[in-house]
């Protein structure tokens, strides 16, 4: 709604990612933080790459700070308690690999590929604010499964690790590194 609003010449069309089969290809297409919540990117990249047009770009970007103790700790959270059997099976491996692994799917359909990391360091305030990041993001599966007072210990207990594992320094402020994966890659014309 805020798209039309803001751009109204533009066609917007609101549809689930993982069953998205559009009728024709696109010049230009743009994924920021998205592509991470689809399974099999074996067959999804090279599956989207197909809706660019010859010469086309393809430009993504998804977090891959999977193995940071801020995603890590959810999952020894989520084994480590009453919970575990309702929350068990989101205990997976992380969704996003390396930059070479993207690199191997996307050049053989491109002419120009590329892929860097970039490790932001978000300088965080407040109370244990690593866990509000993340309850905006990861953790958010965890709780949405999780009710009343589990849904609170929980929380607490992971509050708990994370708060350890990211302490504020001398000035009061917790800083939180984190793991960006860009491509752009350009459609063999």
Same mark, same amino acid.
């Given at each position: *709604?805020?798209?039309?609003?803001? %751009?109204?010449?533009? @066609?917007?069309? $609101?549809?689930?990612?993982?069953?998205?089969?559009? *009728?024709?290809?696109?010049?230009?297409?743009?994924?920021?933080? *998205?592509?991470?919540? +689809?399974?099999? $990117?074996? *067959?999804?990249? #090279? &599956?989207?790459?197909?809706?660019? !047009?010859?010469?086309?770009? =393809?430009?993504?970007?998804?977090?891959?700070?999977?193995?940071? #103790? &801020? $995603?890590?700790?959810?999952?020894?959270?989520? +084994?480590?308690?009453?919970?575990?059997?309702?929350?068990?099976?989101?205990?997976?491996? #992380?969704?996003?690999? /390396? #930059?070479?692994?993207? $690199?191997?799917?996307? %050049?053989? =359909?491109?002419?120009?590929?590329?892929?860097? @990391? !970039? @490790?932001? +360091?978000?300088?965080?305030? /407040?109370?244990?604010?690593?866990?509000?990041?993340?309850?905006?993001?990861?953790?958010?599966?965890?709780?949405?499964?999780?009710?009343?007072?589990?849904?609170?210990?929980?929380?607490?207990?992971?509050?708990?690790?994370? %708060?350890?594992?990211?302490?504020?320094?001398?000035?009061?402020? !917790? +800083?939180?590194?984190?793991?960006?994966?860009?491509?752009?890659?350009?459609?063999?014309?």
């Amino acid at each position: *709604a805020a798209g039309r609003k803001a %751009a109204p010449d533009v @066609e917007w069309s $609101h549809e689930d990612l993982g069953h998205w089969r559009p *009728a024709r290809q696109y010049d230009l297409i743009y994924s920021n933080a *998205a592509l991470h919540w +689809l399974p099999n $990117h074996a *067959a999804l990249f #090279p &599956s989207v790459m197909e809706k660019v !047009t010859p010469g086309g770009m =393809l430009a993504v970007q998804m977090p891959r700070n999977f193995l940071a #103790p &801020s $995603h890590v700790l959810i999952g020894e959270t989520a +084994l480590n308690g009453p919970w575990r059997s309702k929350v068990e099976h989101l205990v997976t491996p #992380p969704p996003v690999e /390396g #930059p070479a692994f993207y $690199h191997d799917l996307l %050049a053989p =359909l491109s002419q120009n590929v590329d892929i860097w @990391e !970039t @490790e932001y +360091l978000q300088v965080l305030e /407040g109370d244990n604010p690593v866990k509000e990041w993340t309850k905006g993001t990861w953790l958010t599966r965890y709780l949405d499964i999780l009710q009343g007072d589990e849904k609170a210990a929980f929380e607490a207990a992971y509050g708990e690790r994370v %708060a350890k594992a990211y302490p504020k320094n001398a000035a009061g402020q !917790t +800083l939180f590194p984190f793991r960006r994966l860009f491509m752009v890659a350009q459609r063999k014309g």
